[in-house]
């Protein structure tokens, strides 16, 4: 295909293509869908569970869910790897950034812990920083919203008097900050293999 | 001010559309450029040779699940060219305004 190009009809070009490779993100919806059942159901065990057990048994849904989360991501990641068309710059940027929220995750439930605070406040602001960003970076609205939410949300369990109050917040965070964007995700990443 | 020469490896649609979706990521696979592109394989396959051997584009293959796996990067040469040819464009379409 040796066909000539005008100025115009190649910079046009150069737009279509470079739009679409920056449109090809990895699929996440996923990962959202699962971590956000996953957490609902571990705090909801916590919560039902929470005068029949003591010390270190009120983390052990929370443990559960991450090990569980943690290992089905991991097969999940791995197989999508081997799939996967394009390693996209931003991609990359995206994992590294939840790599760096679990850790930050990780070490800040063991300061909650050592010093006897309940980490359900400080963990629900923490999540809204990668989603948020997620959402900016993918121009994907639901997930930016979903960001702000789990910041109000985390500020909001401060004026909640009760257990029940907080279950009842941060059901709803991870409903309206996870689960909806990653089912509004997966329609748009459907979409997008359809097109 | 006369019109800057458009490189001829570049001023090809297929190999440009190659290049633009090759700057866009750290890497692509085949399939990616061909899905993307919407060229035979044929096509695809002869214009990533000629960008290749112009020094645009690093060339990997390898095995994925046990198929062979075609995966190309754009190299510094390649993208100063692209820059290159990107601003040679500007320029035309400048004075086409002007």
Known sequence: MEQSLTPQESLKLIESMIGQARRNFNRMSFYFLLWGFLLISAMVVTYLLRDSVSGWQHGAAWGMAGILGGLISAVRGARDGRKELVNNPMDTTIGWLWSAFVITMILLIAFSVRSGVDPTIVITILTGLPTFITGQAMRFRPLMLGGVLFWIAGVAMLFVPDALGVLVIYCASMVFGYILPGILLKRHEDGLRTA | MGFAPLDPILHNQLRLAIMSLLVSVEE???????????????????????????????????????????????????????????????????????
């Not at chain 2, 690093?58 to 046990?66: D, E, G, I, P, Y």
């Not at chain 2, 754009?74 to 035309?92: P, Q, S």
């Open chain 2, 28 to 98: 692509g696979d085949f399939n990616f450029l061909l899905e993307s592109t919407g060229a035979t394989r044929g096509n695809v396959s002869v214009q990533i040779t000629k960008l290749k051997e112009a020094g645009y584009i690093l060339v990997k293959k390898r095995f994925r699940n046990n198929y062979p796996n075609t995966v190309c990067s754009v190299t510094a040469k390649g993208l100063k060219a692209f820059e290159a040819y990107v601003l040679a464009l500007k320029g035309y379409l400048g004075q086409q305004a002007g």
